[in-house]
């Protein structure tokens, strides 16, 4: 089992940009796929993007698609979010998970990002 922490969250103006790290020990995360899910005040935790290392494939939800995009480090055994074009519904906690087959997701601690506008 890996285990993860996020990285990189912060206070940025809307229109601005930020990239968050989902950083893995313990374990190579070639098998997995990593995906970043997002909680705001209030609200239910919901999917932001997903990537299957092996493969390179990739989603996104509606609401970030064309703004965010979701890569991989295999050296670093790291993901990213680069988050562009930040708009204040943006905010909330951004979290890190990693799940294999069907195993249970591995959740990082989370990251605060916040969008001012």
């Known amino acids: 089992q890996v285990q993860l922490v996020e990285s990189g969250g912060g206070l940025v103006q809307a229109g601005g940009s930020l990239r968050l790290s989902c950083a893995a020990s313990?374990?190579?995360?070639?098998?997995?796929?990593v995906s970043w899910f997002r909680q705001a005040p209030g609200k239910e935790r919901e999917f932001v993007a997903n990537?299957?290392?092996?493969?390179?494939?990739?989603a996104y939800a509606n609401s970030v698609k064309g703004r965010f995009t979701i890569s991989s480090d295999n050296a670093r055994n790291t993901a990213y979010l680069q988050m562009n074009s930040l708009k204040p519904e943006d905010t909330a906690v951004y979290y890190c998970?990693?799940?294999?087959?069907?195993?249970?997701?591995?959740w990082g601690q989370g990251t605060q990002v916040t969008v001012s506008s």
């Open positions: 998970a990693a799940r294999r087959g069907v195993t249970a997701n591995v």
């Open positions: 990537i299957r290392w092996s493969g390179g494939s990739t």
């Open positions: 313990g374990g190579t995360l070639f098998t997995y796929t």
